[in-house]
Structures are given as structure tokens and as C-alpha cells.
T-cell receptor, first 109, second 118 residues
Framework: GQNIDQPTEMTATEGAIVQINCTYQ??????LFWYQQHAGEAPTFLSY??LDGLEEKGRFSSFLSRSKGYSYLLLKELQMKDSASYLC??????????WGAGTKLIIKP | GAVVSQHPSWVICKSGTSVKIECRSL??????MFWYRQFPKQSLMLMAT?????????EQGVEKDKFLINHASLTLSTLTVTSAHPEDSSFYIC??????????????FGQGTRLTVV
């Protein structure tokens, strides 16, 4: 079967760094997306990894290890507006996005 | 990134009536659009995949006669919730792929539609 495993909730302090881990099992693999979703809003694109390694984009970085079925999203210099849910979504062999429940990130002053 | 416009953003309707939700790709062509629903604090659930000019592919457990999908052009797909009931109240989100983009796998999302059936 297909499965996404992320922590349900994480708490971090403004200005700090947080790493959100994701392990996945899919039928085939065509890359992995990270999305941010604020409550009551649609997801917004953060990153896409298809090869192993680290992709850096400003304060956000995403890492992928295909052999381990593992990815993480690293958020630096946390701001209050980063409080949101973060969704790890791999693409399966049919290029369908597989969604987990996401990680709710709470930022405290 | 590409823009997907979804309308309306929110709608309240009476039980038994029908509601149409539109999803438009504004600056790109999308042969494939996806319709999701999301209940509070739950993950996105794919309802159906809509392909331009052909019938939509529905996920298991989704009633195709209740959730009518039309994808008549490369920039517009519609979802009609027929004979809506309170249990249909949810957040409906569409997404589309840019077939001409540098990364054809990326999906762009509309703003979502909050449907409340009373």
C-alpha cells in the first residue's frame, strides 16, 4: 500500500530552526513535493525533489533520500507566519500525488 | 508560478440544491485537473481526475452521479455537487498541471471552496 508518515504536530520558537521529517511508501516514485497549508486555505508549493540530496530555497530547504524513502523540510529563521501545516506529498508511478495528514507547526514567540 | 483560480471561495446552500464550483487555469493550459475534498484537520482526499475532452476518473467511494465533473476546455473544469446534503459540507480544492511548464509534474492549486450545506 501507499503510506506517508509525518509527525502530527511540532512546536518551535521564533528565529529558530526546525526539521520536519517524512517517510513514505509508494507504488513507484516520480519525485516528492512539500506544500504549506494555512488553516482554511489551499496548499501552496514549497519545493520539489526528484534526485537525492538537498535543495535550498531561501529559508526553506528540502532533502530527499530515495533509497530510504525519506525526506525532510528544513525551515530556518522561523517567523510567526510560518505557523501552518506542512504536507509531504510524493508522486507515485501514475504521477498521482499521495497525501498524508501533514505536520502542524506551531511557532511561539 | 502558474495561477489557478477557483470560484466561489465560499458558498452556503440549502439541502437538496446543487452547487457548481469552477476551476480555471489563468496563464497555462491544463489537460489534467484534480478535485480534492478536505475535512477539518484531515488530509486532502482525491475525489476525481478530470481530463480535457473525456470523462473524469473517480476514486473509489466517490459517487460520480452526485459529483459531476466537466472539463470542456484546457483552462476550465467544473465540479457540480448535486442534491447537496449537510454531510457534503467540506473544503473543495482543485489543482491543475501545466503541460507546457518546465516541470510538467508540478500541480498548482486553486484557492479552495468552502461549501456549507444547511
Amino acid at each position: 500500500g501507499q503510506n506517508i508518515d509525518q509527525p502530527t504536530e511540532m512546536t518551535a520558537t521564533e528565529g529558530a530552526i526546525v526539521q520536519i521529517n517524512c517517510t513514505y511508501q509508494t507504488s513507484g516514485f516520480n519525485g516528492l513535493f512539500w506544500y504549506q497549508q494555512h488553516a482554511g486555505e489551499a496548499p501552496t508549493f514549497l519545493s520539489y525533489n526528484v534526485l537525492d540530496g538537498l535543495e535550498e530555497k531561501g529559508r526553506f530547504s528540502s532533502f530527499l533520500s530515495r533509497s530510504k524513502g525519506y525526506s525532510y523540510l528544513l525551515l530556518k529563521e522561523l517567523q510567526m507566519k510560518d505557523s501552518a501545516s506542512y504536507l509531504c506529498a510524493p508522486l507515485d508511478s501514475n504521477y498521482q500525488l499521495i497525501w498524508g495528514a501533514g505536520t502542524k507547526l506551531i511557532i511561539k514567540p | 508560478g502558474a495561477v489557478v483560480s477557483q470560484h466561489p471561495s465560499w458558498v452556503i446552500c440549502k439541502s437538496g440544491t446543487s452547487v457548481k464550483i469552477e476551476c480555471r487555469s489563468l496563464d497555462f493550459q491544463a489537460t489534467t485537473m484534480f478535485w480534492y475534498r478536505q475535512f477539518p484537520k484531515q488530509s486532502l482526499m482525491l475525489m476525481a481526475t478530470s481530463n480535457e475532452g473525456s470523462k473524469a476518473t473517480y476514486e473509489q467511494g466517490v459517487e460520480k452521479d452526485k459529483f459531476l465533473i466537466n472539463h470542456a476546455s484546457l483552462t476550465l473544469s467544473t465540479l457540480t455537487v448535486t442534491s447537496a446534503h449537510p454531510e457534503d459540507s467540506s473544503f473543495y480544492i482543485c489543482s491543475a498541471r501545466d503541460i507546457g511548464g518546465s516541470d510538467a509534474t508540478e500541480a498548482f492549486f486553486g484557492q479552495g471552496t468552502r461549501l456549507t450545506v444547511v
